[in-house]
């Protein structure tokens, strides 16, 4: 069974920095993309960034320049920096990863439990 473990949420002051890990675990042979998203209550869950096996990121335009996503392939791990953050950047933090059982299989995503980040002035 495969899970996904976050860490590193939490309250920040406006103009703040939190780091974001995730880390998958459990029996399977890779990781593909890995990434994160966030969610406000009544609003839909949005991309903040992603990155592949081979290391390609991508943003939300919002966050450019002020987050940085990283990972380590042999950890299976995937982390997210966050800097100068923003009220209205708190919300609840996804993890994501596309999971591949074998080396032919069609990867399957699979989601964190969610981070609360919550931002003050």
């Known amino acids: 069974q495969v899970q996904l473990a976050e860490s590193g949420g939490g309250f920040v002051q406006a103009g703040g920095s939190l780091r974001l890990s995730c880390a998958a675990s459990?029996?399977?042979?890779?990781?593909?993309?890995m990434g994160w998203y966030r969610q406000v209550p009544g609003e839909q869950r949005e991309l903040v960034a992603s990155?592949?096996?081979?290391?390609?990121?991508t943003y939300a335009d919002s966050v450019k320049g002020r987050f940085t996503i990283s990972r380590d392939n042999a950890k299976n791990l995937v982390n997210l920096q966050m800097n100068s953050l923003k009220t209205e950047e708190t919300a609840v933090y996804y993890c994501?990863?596309?999971?591949?059982?074998?080396?032919?299989?069609?990867?399957?995503?699979?989601w964190g439990r969610g981070s609360q980040v919550t931002v003050s002035t």
């Open positions: 994501y990863a596309d999971i591949k059982q074998s080396y032919t299989s069609t990867p399957v995503l699979y």
């Open positions: 990155i592949t096996r081979s290391g390609r990121t």
């Open positions: 459990g029996s399977f042979f890779s990781t593909d993309s």
